[in-house]
């Protein structure tokens, strides 16, 4: 990798890193005390191709729409379920990525798409998994659009902001008094904290935008994040692009 390249992906680093901050202070001055709903909103205008959206939750093998900012995103939603499948069923049972680009024509969900195409009018979905089972809640968050490939690389990226985001805070607030304990615990960790120190000297972020950077590579390739800690030691960097590829890419 030559000075070229690593300036660029540091660069790419902290922007990233700012925006996640960025993220947090919009959610802490919303009037929304419920996280799923906060982000569900926030989602909706940080987007801009998206018509609506929501957060779908799995408790006791029942799906339920826990925040929608529209009827829309409640109807498409309640239509998966009803089929027991579709991008946002799917994006958490599969622990993927799920971004059909026109549900009209998708052999992924035939049914599904013929369906929220026809009685909707909706053709694009972003859905994403969130890693929030340590509460005992499995989640994602969905976005959908009226346009066909109405989500580009950007609205991507947006999105696993989004769900590490929402992610965290769904947390912090089930641990209430614990969750600073349990983030410094975390921090404190002898392999995170090392890891934390090489991006802050290899990319000159802050220590809590490393920490942050750490988090959404664990939210983004559903691994602890204490592997993908030995992985930046190892390479000294992190990855922070969204995967659509994989199970749950695009159609190709």
């Known amino acids: 990798m030559n000075e070229t390249t690593t300036e660029r992906r540091s660069a790419h680093l902290r922007e990233v ?4 901050q960025k993220l947090a202070e919009q959610l802490a001055r919303s009037d929304d005390s419920n996280p799923f ?4 909103r926030l989602a909706f205008v940080r987007v801009p191709g998206a018509d609506a959206a929501s957060i779908t939750t799995l408790r006791h093998d029942r799906f339920v729409t826990a925040a929608a900012t529209n009827d829309v995103a409640r109807a498409a939603d309640r ?3 009803e089929l027991g499948s579709g991008p946002c069923v799917d994006a958490i049972v599969d622990r993927a990525i799920y971004h059909p680009q026109d549900l009209a024509d998708d052999p992924r969900w035939p049914e ?3 369906k929220v195409v026809a009685e909707l009018g909706l053709h694009s979905m972003l859905s994403f998994r969130m890693n929030v089972e340590t509460t005992g809640v499995i989640a994602g ?7 066909p490939d109405a989500f580009d690389d950007h609205d991507l990226a947006e999105g696993l902001l989004l769900t590490t985001h929402a992610a965290q805070a ?12 349990l983030e410094q615990a975390l921090a404190s960790n002898r392999d995170i904290g090392t890891a934390i120190g090489v991006l802050v000297a290899q990319h000159k972020v ?5 920490f942050d950077l750490l988090r959404i590579a664990s939210q983004n390739s559903n691994r ?21 590829g994989g199970v749950g890419g695009a159609q190709p």
């Open 224 to 244: 602890k994040l204490h592997e993908v800690a030995l992985d930046v030691i190892d390479t000294g960097t992190v990855n922070v692009t969204p995967d659509s």
């Open 37 to 40: 709903v906060a982000v569900a």
């Open 141 to 147: 968050l969905n976005l959908y659009g009226r346009q």
């Open 170 to 181: 769904v947390t912090a607030a089930h641990f209430r008094d614990r969750a600073q304990n």
């Open 112 to 114: 599904y798409g013929s």
């Open 17 to 20: 890193a700012v925006d996640y």
């Open 206 to 210: 802050t220590r809590d935008q490393a």
């Open 79 to 81: 239509m998966q379920y």
